[in-house]
């Protein structure tokens, strides 16, 4: 019986997880994966307000065709168990060229 209640605690506490989300844009048509550059997106009071500015279009480089995905990575997800307290969170944005 304790093993099925560790199991369902273990389910309990990933569950969540799974409302991670990934926004995906493409521009032009698309990134082919040639390089990939990564910042990271810092917002306090709950996403309401950005603490620094992420330009997609600068770290595109003048490229006119690349992807910009947005997603609470792993990384994210940890950091923000910590700083959550202070309301501050961390998203992180890649550009594909």
């Not at 799974?18 to 990939?36: K, N």
Request: glycine content about 8%.
């Amino acid at each position: 019986m304790n093993r099925v209640a560790c199991s369902i605690l273990v389910l309990c506490t990933l569950l969540p997880l799974a409302g991670c989300f990934t926004m995906t844009h493409q521009v032009g048509t698309g990134g082919t994966h040639t390089s990939d550059q990564d910042e990271r997106q810092w917002w306090i009071l709950w996403g309401l307000v950005p603490l620094n500015d992420v330009d997609s279009r600068a770290m595109a480089g003048g490229a006119t065709d690349y992807t910009v995905k947005t997603e609470w990575s792993p990384i994210d997800v940890i950091l923000n168990i910590f700083t959550s307290f202070v309301t501050v969170y961390s998203q992180t944005v890649t550009v594909t060229k």
